[in-house]
């Protein structure tokens, strides 16, 4: 396999797996036809992320970068967390092969939509990044989904 | 850490005997002449080239040695049953017949015609994988130059009624060519019982080499030839022979057709000690293709809420090999066009896992595996959020 070791560490010991019950803010994004689901919960306190923990139904990158986002998203602001990206996901994770950028790019919309539900319960409107992604991977044409990048055939 | 290696991916490919690669050897050094040349060393390897032939002749019940072309593998064998039929026979007809669940070999060689003016059409299966033959035969048109069916799935190892379609065929006097790749070494092969009249194998399934493979043509059966060049193959099949790979792919076939009844057993054991296992102690698996009428060492089942590849990647970890038709592992956004074919919903066709089991497997690894498939499911379930909305009733 082509993953990094960072990868593969968050994979076979993921962080933050699971749920909160009483959770301020939770968002999912895919699904289960592409194959990738995340749904991440938010406990947010004065306006800081003090938990966050996910579930993933997807492959080992789905789970590596889902644990990613939940560490890098933990102990930051709101405003901190908006502008966690793919690509830092991807960094730290030392990279990911190009079939799987995607699911960087669903780890971001998962925070993104996790803070969308937040913002709505607590009447905070605001002009959301995002709308939220529940289609199928490479379908809204925002991101480099990296799909075409691969051409292999077992 | 996990030194342990087990395997359980057959299905990919095999290692090589010891028996065959002793029989190779010889055929890399001391006779390393060419085949075609006047002198000892090479004529040595002529004989060794024929021996070959008839050998892969009488395991798979062709009337003639003569019938049997080699390849530099199955896939090349496939191309050229499909393309040269096509080219041969294109002022006869442009229809070819094939099914939605053949290997790539067939169906990107299909879909290659198509784009050369070929009309091409796909026969469904039901939902155990099977072709019905009356299906074939409402397929059938005046031009229609060839059907093209596998013997057995490589991925649901679903076994066809190849003798049936091959008697539609002769009855509408169309050409049958069937992929074998999968059968050969596992299933018994008469090309003559079956009455087909085209017929691929792949040495590396039956623990001969890679890069070696055959075309059975029954006599009398007229194709284009693929590759130009020397006289190779009388005349059919041009490039200086591969003489250890077809040393070798003999040998392992010959092994396999003597072996084939143990050889059947101790993996439909294997298989079935597997299956029992995962169905009694996993909920929520389903069993993919058809419950008897499949290859004895091929078991496919999708676990409900999880992921292929990360059961993939966790079994790895535990030191087992498998295979599945996730889409994360086809390296397409789709899942794998068998399970699709045979039904399946994307989320269950993700959640595949196909083991293939050999003849160095043993109960005790069968054992380990469901162990470990035991844990790692569980363990994924507990990280889905679709198994989180199925035990909530959502």
Redesign the interface.
């Known amino acids: 396999?082509m993953y990094s070791e960072k990868v593969?560490d968050h994979?076979?010991n993921?962080r933050n797996?699971g749920?909160i019950e009483d959770a301020d803010g939770v968002g999912?994004v895919g699904n289960?036809?592409?194959?990738?689901?995340?749904?991440m919960y938010l406990k947010i306190e004065d306006g800081i992320i003090v938990d966050a923990k996910f579930?993933?139904?997807?492959?080992?990158?789905?789970?590596a970068t889902s644990s990613m986002a939940t560490e890098l998203i933990k102990g930051k602001t709101i405003k901190e967390a908006e502008q966690i990206t793919n690509k830092a996901v991807m960094e730290a994770l030392d990279g990911l092969p190009p079939?799987?950028v995607h699911c960087s790019v669903l780890a971001e919309e998962a925070i993104a939509a996790a803070l969308k539900d937040y913002r709505e319960r607590h009447g905070l409107v605001e002009d959301s990044r995002y709308e939220g992604c529940a289609g199928?991977?490479?379908g809204c044409g925002a991101h480099d989904h990296g799909?075409d990048l691969?051409?292999?055939?077992? | 850490m996990q030194e342990r290696v087990i395997y359980f991916d057959h299905a990919a490919t095999t290692y090589v005997k010891p028996e065959v690669l002793e029989a190779m050897i010889p055929y890399f050094t001391q006779n390393f002449g060419n085949a075609s040349s006047i002198y000892s060393i090479g004529r040595q390897n002529r004989n060794a080239i024929e021996d070959a032939r008839s050998t892969v002749a009488k395991s798979i019940g062709a009337q003639n040695p003569s019938e049997i072309y080699f390849t530099g593998s199955g896939t090349e064998a496939d191309n050229w049953a499909i393309k040269g039929t096509a080219l041969y026979h294109q002022k006869k007809g442009k229809h070819i017949i094939t099914s939605t669940i053949e290997h790539p070999a067939v169906l990107a060689t299909c879909e290659f015609l198509q784009k050369q003016g070929f009309v091409i059409t796909y026969i469904p299966v039901d939902n155990e994988g099977l072709v019905n033959p009356d299906d074939v035969d409402k397929a059938i048109r005046p031009d229609t130059i060839l059907v093209t069916i596998m013997m057995a799935n490589n991925e649901i190892g679903t076994i066809q009624p190849i003798k049936e379609i091959a008697q539609v065929c002769k009855k509408h006097g169309v050409l049958f060519h069937t992929d074998a790749v999968q059968a050969a070494g596992n299933i018994p092969i008469n090309v003559q019982d079956l009455g087909v009249d085209m017929l691929s194998v792949s040495g590396h399934k039956f623990y001969g080499p890679k890069g070696t493979g055959m075309l059975y043509i029954r006599k009398g059966v007229r194709i284009e030839n693929l590759i130009h060049g020397g006289h190779q193959e009388r005349n059919r099949r041009a490039g200086t022979e591969n003489v250890p790979g077809i040393v070798g792919f003999a040998k392992a076939l010959e092994l396999a057709t003597l072996n084939l009844d143990a050889h059947y057993q101790k993996l439909y054991s294997l298989r079935e000690r597997a299956l029992k296992g995962i169905f009694e102690r996993i909920p929520h698996v389903r069993l993919n293709g058809h419950r008897e009428k499949r290859l004895p060492g091929n078991l496919n089942v999708s676990f409900e809420f999880v992921e292929g590849e990360s059961i993939l990647l966790m079994l790895d970890m535990k030191g087992i090999k498998a295979s599945s038709g996730s889409a994360c592992t086809s390296g397409s956004l789709d899942p794998s066009h068998v399970l699709l074919a045979i039904g399946l919903p994307h989320e269950i066709a993700h959640g595949s896992l196909r083991l293939s089991f050999g003849e160095q497997n043993t109960e005790e690894e069968v054992d380990y595996l469901v162990d470990s498939l035991v844990e790692i499911i569980d363990k994924l379930r507990r990280m889905s959020p679709l198994y989180e909305d199925y035990v909530k009733g959502v």
């Not at chain 1, 579930?55 to 789970?63: H, L, N």
């Not at chain 1, 691969?150 to 077992?154: K, Y």
């Open positions: 396999m593969m994979f076979s993921p797996v749920e999912q289960a036809k592409c194959g990738d689901i995340m749904k579930k993933t139904f997807g492959c080992g990158a789905a789970v079939a799987k199928c991977c490479g799909h691969e051409n292999e055939e077992d």
